[in-house]
């Protein structure tokens, strides 16, 4: 069987003393900050949607578990493609790949982290909080991180652990899964993959030179862009779900109404783009205004009623 490139066996190399404020900022970077301020905001829009209330106590200690659980499943992710992301410009300055951290040490610190925030979910929530964040941690780690290097599918499969975190606050409150909070899941999960379509066709060379299977790279543009429109049109019925299910009214129903259209839009607009790179990148800011004014639509929703 042909080895990853992420695994490929290199020689040590000395890594320079360096201060402890940046070494610290290093580690804060394997954690990939950005990504987990998104996972926070959506599990505290779990806790916001969720019926009934949840203490402050509990909250914050979810809050703690999921921002330590997503940050070991980046901190191994980035530990596993070491290799690879010398690769990729975009990629080329994270820690471990610039030689900037030893390899032992962040491996340590990524399942530590990881052990730490189970282990604050489960004694400051309850068992169906722990369970997901548990779930979603090993499947990113050891199922979608190795997969992305063998078939396409890894898209979907990385996309189910991404969707987990309103499921994280839905839980801490009701200790359960329901339809809604199955509904907040199934949006999130079918919002990430045109957004990560997109990205895919902008960043094709990286990927290529990586040895990423994505779908544009295995299977072409077109197919990628009926992939994208596709899941878009799960998207409008998943997201306006929350409506009979007694969750969120009519503010909510026509911003996810009117951002399901426009955003199906750009997607169709591809099939006559001149440019695949360029209508990508399009499809890819779409993406990033379609979810905040979602949510954004649904808080206003919640708070007048």
Not at 48 to 63: E, F, K, V
Not at 96 to 112: N, S
Not at 237 to 255: H, K, N
Request: net charge positive.
């Amino acid at each position: 069987m042909t080895q990853l490139p992420s695994q490929s066996v290199a020689p040590t190399t000395a890594v320079a003393p360096r201060g402890m404020l940046a070494s610290m900022r290093d580690y804060v970077a394997l954690t990939k900050p950005s990504i987990n301020r998104m996972c926070l905001l959506m599990t505290a829009g779990g806790f916001a949607l969720a019926p009934g209330q949840i203490a402050l106590g509990p909250a914050i200690w979810a809050l703690i578990g999921t921002a330590l659980t997503v940050g070991s499943a980046n901190a191994l992710n980035m530990w596993w493609e070491r290799e690879t992301d010398k690769l990729m410009k975009r990629t080329q300055d994270r820690p471990l790949a610039a030689g900037r951290l030893e390899q032992p040490r962040a491996l340590v610190f990524g399942i530590a982290i990881g052990i730490v925030g189970l282990v604050v979910l489960a004694l400051g929530t309850n068992g169906w909080t722990t369970a997901l964040a548990a779930a979603a941690l090993l499947s990113y780690v050891l199922v979608y991180t190795p997969l992305k290097y063998v078939s396409p599918l890894a898209l979907f499969v990385g996309a189910i652990p991404g969707a987990i975190p309103p499921l994280l606050g839905w839980a801490a409150v009701t200790n359960t899964i329901d339809l809604a909070g199955l509904a907040l899941f199934g949006t999130l999960l079918a919002w990430q993959m045109p957004h990560f379509i997109a990205i895919a066709i902008f960043r094709e060379h990286d990927y290529r030179a990586a040895g990423i299977k994505t779908v544009p790279i295995v299977r072409g543009h077109r197919a990628a862009k009926w992939q994208a429109l596709a899941w878009t049109v799960v998207l409008l019925p998943v997201s306006m779900a929350l409506l009979p299910l007694g969750t969120a009214g009519w503010i909510y129903g026509g911003t996810a109404l009117a951002c399901g259209i426009g955003f199906g839009a750009v997607v169709v607009a591809g099939f006559w783009a001149r440019s695949d790179a360029r209508w990508a990148y399009r499809l890819f800011a779409a993406s990033l205004v379609y979810l905040p004014v979602l949510v954004a639509g649904l808080v206003i929703d919640v708070a007048l009623r």
